[in-house]
């Protein structure tokens, strides 16, 4: 290898199998992280001699190595902290009582990452994944205000994340919040799963939503191999001149639909309703109707997936008249919506009935007798039934679901955050 070449070498190698789960999650993980990274097959050539300089078999990856030789050895298991503290990212808050903790990086976590920090407040950020939330695995988002041209969601997490640090926002990666809880003398703890805590004056949950997965027969064995969930970024390269079937009928599949088309040979969009127009943005439908090598199916759904070390075929099913076919397919990426991530949280909190957080004026128009409003004042427009805790993007109840909502409430969240202070 040439010099220059050499030179230019990222730091991080990644040696892992095409089909392998663990080695999928940290594709993207590195990729959403903003890690410069070599990927290498064990069979390759490069990857087995570079497997053979560091004494690592086959069987044993994936495996991450860095130009120290230093070598990570992955399971899923064990999750993504391990891997983060490896790489030098930042997964322990500083220490001491925060103004604002704010959980979740996403569109609505890092606005009030943004504006937390450069209005005087110290802000930390805690995510379980990576910044950016569901909406940083967006191939192209061209309906948000002042990118006229699209912007993708990874450039867009960024961002985000330059301009939180640039004020002084403190982002902790890798770290999931299991508990909440009131501090004697006022306050908060969130507890993370993994054990270590941060307190803060005030809380705002922006954990969004989790992915919703598929349960037809054998789609859950080959989840990283063949099936993916928004993991349209990372997987595209290898999907060129290959037919791509895409399941949903929302913006997200719209925007995946539209970016598999630029390699694949042919995207079939999978869709359970009659048409696209219920829930996907107008301006998408335009572009995919003009989009020759995009086929919709409507009224069709996902019964069955087979195949042997990766997906190999898939038996799609009428939902009208119940009959089925076989067809053949290696790729298969479902964008069907997501469920608010509230579960970690106690019963203090008044959810609705998909479990979203119900804030401000709606607490009292829920009409639920427990748990009540506890304080004489009227809650603030983002508050949650704990006084102090706010909420903010799709974990919260009848909430826009759009990036752009997601960033005003955040941003709102802030000016709330300071209402509450200060009341207190």
């Known amino acids: 290898m040439p010099a220059a070449e050499d030179e230019a070498r990222p730091a991080v190698t990644l040696v892992g199998d095409q089909w392998s789960p663990e080695c999928s999650v940290l594709r993207t993980f590195l990729t959403r992280s903003e890690v410069p990274y070599t990927w290498l097959r064990p069979g390759d050539p490069r990857g087995a001699q570079v497997l053979a300089d560091h004494g690592v078999a086959a069987a044993d990856t994936p495996v991450l190595i860095d130009e120290a030789g230093r070598v990570l050895h992955v399971s899923r298991p064990r999750g993504l902290e391990p891997v983060a503290e ?75 994340r330059r301009q939180a640090t640039k004020f002084g926002a403190e982002l902790v990666l890798t770290r999931q919040a299991s508990a909440l809880a009131a501090r004697d003398g006022g306050g908060f703890t969130v507890g993370f799963a993994d054990g270590g805590s941060v307190a803060g004056r005030a809380v705002l949950v922006a954990t969004g939503a989790n992915t919703r997965t598929l349960h037809a027969p054998g789609v859950a064995d080959f989840v990283g191999r063949g099936v993916y969930y928004f993991s349209a970024l990372t997987e595209a390269p290898l999907c060129t001149g290959q037919d791509v079937y895409i399941v949903g009928g929302a913006n997200s599949a719209g925007q995946a639909a539209i970016y598999f088309s630029q390699c694949a040979r042919k995207v079939v969009l999978l869709v359970r309703g009659d048409s696209l127009e219920r829930e996907m943005s107008t301006y998408l439908i335009k572009q995919i109707e003009a989009i020759p090598t995009i086929e919709v199916r409507t009224r069709t759904e996902v019964a069955g997936a ?30 069907i919506g997501a469920a608010p991530d509230t579960a970690w949280l106690g019963p203090r909190f008044l959810r609705d009935a998909d479990g979203c957080l119900v804030t401000g004026n709606d607490i009292a128009a829920a009409g639920a007798a427990e748990p009540a409003w506890p304080l004489p004042r009227a809650p603030y427009h983002l508050e949650t039934t704990v006084p102090g805790v706010f909420a903010a993007g799709d974990v919260r109840a009848w909430s826009a679901r759009r990036v752009a909502g997601a960033v005003g409430e955040g941003s709102m969240a802030v000016m709330l955050v300071h209402a509450y202070l200060a009341d207190r």
């Open 86 to 160: 490896w790489l030098g990212l930042h997964t322990d808050p500083g220490g001491g009582a925060y103004d604002l903790v704010v959980v979740g990086a996403g569109p609505a976590g890092m606005a009030a990452a943004v504006y937390g920090a450069s209005e005087g407040l110290r802000t930390v950020v805690v995510e379980r994944w990576a910044i950016g939330g569901q909406s940083g695995l967006t191939s192209r988002i061209e309906n948000y205000l002042g990118f006229p041209d699209g912007i993708s969601g990874a450039d867009l997490a960024d961002r985000a």
């Open 306 to 335: 087979s195949g042997d070390t990766h997906l190999e075929r898939l038996t799609l099913r009428d939902t009208r008249t119940g009959a089925t076919e076989n067809a053949n397919a290696t790729w298969l990426f479902a964008f």
